[in-house]
């Protein structure tokens, strides 16, 4: 069964301080990734799809790699309006894209 | 461009009550999914629709819960006998092609069941 964890699931931090978020998972035949941000109360909301290792992408203060076994998050001075919970989720590998699967999420709090 | 929307947004039943939700995907979107969020989880998979077929289902879907996308355009879920358990936030994400695509999520609808 696919599995995807992230880490930390909740990180505090000043305005202009730059962090990374990790997602691991444990998939058979990895076919892409892909990062969201949800604000409380709202539906996800799409950031990135990566497709393969080595592949990076970016928006705004936002950059996403991704590993053979994980994916980070890059976020380059941080503003309040970043903070957000941030999911990963990995679609389903058994010959088609019907289902995904998210991880927790990393909540982030950015503080003036 | 008009997102997927959902309706109703917020929902207040009584345990043993039927409830039915409605959602609108990206009107050239040939997939829709249904999602369910508890607090402090990511979205758990419930079922998926190729146009008007419903492909796929999670076994988190009980015989209570059933779901509909007539004529491929939008979808019901409904939950029968509501339980406490139900209570939740319901999201509907569609997306377009048969390959790698990414879901466009709607706002949900938030389940409450007193």
């Known amino acids: 069964e696919d599995q995807v964890t992230q880490s930390p699931e909740a990180l505090r931090l000043q305005e202009g301080e730059s962090s990374s978020l990790n997602c691991s998972y444990t998939v058979s035949g990895l076919r892409g990734l892909f990062w969201y941000r949800q604000d409380p109360g709202k539906g996800p909301e799409f950031l990135f799809t990566l497709y393969s290792a080595g592949e990076e992408k970016e928006k705004e203060r936002l950059k996403a790699t991704l590993t053979k076994k994980e994916s980070f998050l890059h976020i380059t001075a941080p503003k309040p309006e970043d903070s957000a919970t941030y999911l990963c989720?990995?679609?389903?590998?058994?010959?088609?894209?019907?289902?995904?699967?998210f991880g927790i999420g990393t909540k982030l709090q950015v503080i003036p | 461009d008009t997102g997927v929307s959902q309706d109703p947004r917020h929902k207040i039943t009584k345990r043993g009550q039927n409830v039915t939700f409605r959602c609108d995907p990206i009107s050239e979107h040939n997939r829709l999914y249904w999602y369910r969020q508890t607090l402090g989880q990511g979205p758990e998979f419930l079922t998926y629709?190729?146009?008007?077929?419903?492909?796929?289902k999670s076994r988190l879907l009980s015989d209570r819960f059933s779901a509909e996308r007539p004529k491929g355009s939008f979808s019901t879920l409904e939950i029968q006998r509501t339980e406490q358990g139900d209570s939740a936030m319901y999201l509907c994400?569609?997306?377009?092609?048969?390959?790698?695509?990414?879901?466009?999520f709607g706002p949900g609808t938030r389940l409450t069941v007193t």
């Open positions: 989720a990995v679609p389903n590998n058994s010959g088609g894209y019907q289902k995904v699967t």
């Open positions: 994400a569609s997306s377009l092609g048969a390959d790698l695509y990414e879901q466009y």
């Open positions: 629709f190729q146009n008007e077929a419903q492909l796929e």
